[in-house]
């Protein structure tokens, strides 16, 4: 994909007070020089300053501009670039990079700008794809995870444990150039401690994933329960908002209602769903069936009674799955008469209580360790491919067992190195390449 010539795009929105227009490969400063007057040219500029003058299509001056100059590679994509600085008009952008391509700049391609700063080795891959996440953060955590993870400091964990296995895969490929002198440069119990290491590692790692990528994608929370509880009325209270029908008519609901909130700088997708109960109509079977399958992938359960229900009847979650009773229309009875521990007692109607539901889920969500610039695994091609890497520890410490020869030991090491350096870069193919960076924006 990579071109060694000079690529323009729009770096911001249009209709705003000023614009950016980004343009990167050798000889951008030149081919800028063409259009832009200013007191002296920009080929006698140093990097990292800027400069103030009119962009003329020969007599007309199109506007008054400021560029920054970025000399290579001290630049986001490490080639020679420069940054134009314009009124927000649409109309002055799409001139000014008219003028800019009839001197001999493109437009570039999705992703491209980053996609030169991996090749150019200013960013790796897990790097550029938290550019992406970074320009899309609408929370405060989505922030904190992406922010760290474009510093580095994931990649630099990833590429030590590489490191690891690369030492030891060599040590072992080492023995085979001496096969017939039955010696061994791999201490295998140095080389069970290294695997259990890195194995801890990318366990830790992946677990991370779940948490990182509800953050990423927003914490499922399904609200469920028998019919006519309240679910539907609850989430409009959530919502502020009519966005779930409601009736006295029991199993109104048939199908689940899906809505993204934030609460606390945490994104929750809330899921209302068809009451739980025996029934024989075909419809309101395939209701709760999918508030079943709602209720498997849901992170939390808000599991909904009214206070003349006398049984509770929870369903079963998996480990990793939260629990929040929820007693409504309480203002129809005294909370005291009701003996459930640890339940939110509210009136979904009227929006009373509906504050400590909040409160509860966002205690549920721990997402300190974001904040605290911890390692927090929010991409789906990541946990991929730490799993990946997970597979072949495994295949390698069953190999180590069964007393495996030295050469297929490497190999079960070396999948796994590369199965890490998928995440960074170091290992990559060109249709993962176009794949990542065809989610970016133009002029990124």
Do not use: W
């Amino acid at each position: 994909m990579y071109k060694n010539d000079i690529i323009v795009a729009p770096a911001t929105a249009f209709g705003g007070a000023i614009a950016v227009i980004r343009m990167s490969g050798a000889g951008s400063v030149a081919l800028l020089d063409n259009i832009f007057v200013g007191r002296e040219p920009l080929a006698e500029a140093k990097t990292h300053t800027i400069r103030y003058g009119v962009i003329r299509d020969g007599e007309r001056v199109i506007d008054d501009v400021v560029v920054a100059i970025y000399r290579a590679p001290h630049s986001y994509t490490g080639e020679e670039s420069v940054e134009i600085s314009i009124h927000g008009s649409r109309y002055i952008a799409q001139e000014v990079i008219r003028l800019l391509c009839e001197e001999g700049a493109r437009m570039a391609q999705v992703g491209e700008f980053s996609q030169r700063a991996v090749l150019a080795g200013r960013l790796d891959l897990s790097q550029a794809e938290a550019v992406a996440d970074l320009i899309a953060a609408e929370s405060r955590a989505e922030h904190a995870i992406a922010s760290t993870q474009m510093r580095g400091g994931y990649s630099r964990m990833l590429d030590g444990l590489r490191d690891e296995l690369i030492g030891i895969c060599s040590l072992l490929e080492l023995e085979l150039d001496f096969g017939e002198e039955d010696v061994e440069f791999a201490d295998r119990a140095r080389l069970s401690e290294m695997l259990d290491k890195v194995e801890g590692a990318v366990l830790r790692l992946l677990g991370s994933f779940r948490m990182g990528n509800a953050i990423r994608e927003g914490v499922k929370v399904a609200i469920v329960g028998r019919p006519n509880v309240g679910k539907s009325t609850l989430l409009n209270a959530l919502l502020q908002d009519n966005r779930a029908m409601v009736s006295e008519i029991a199993g109104t609901t048939r199908d689940t209602i899906e809505e993204m909130i934030m609460i606390d700088d945490i994104r929750f997708r809330f899921i209302d769903t068809a009451g739980l109960h025996e029934t024989d109509d075909r419809l309101e079977k395939m209701g709760i069936e999918r508030t079943e399958r709602a209720i498997k992938e849901a992170d939390i359960v808000i599991y909904m009674v009214e206070p003349s229900q006398q049984e509770l009847e929870l369903p079963e979650l998996a480990e990793h799955q939260k629990l929040l009773v929820v007693v409504n229309k309480m203002d129809t009875i005294n909370e005291n008469d009701l003996g459930i521990a640890g339940a939110i007692y509210l009136s979904a109607r009227y929006d009373d209580g509906t504050d400590k539901l909040r409160d509860a889920l966002c205690e549920l969500v721990d997402i300190n360790g974001a904040y605290q610039g911890d390692v927090v695994v929010s991409n789906m091609r990541h946990a991929a491919a730490l799993n990946d890497t997970l597979t072949h520890i495994h295949a390698a410490k069953r190999a180590m067992r069964d007393d495996i020869s030295s050469e297929l030991l490497a190999e079960d090491i070396r999948r796994a190195s590369d199965s890490l350096g998928e995440i960074t870069g170091r290992i990559t193919n060109d249709d993962i390449l176009h794949t990542i960076f065809g989610k970016f924006c133009i002029g990124k």
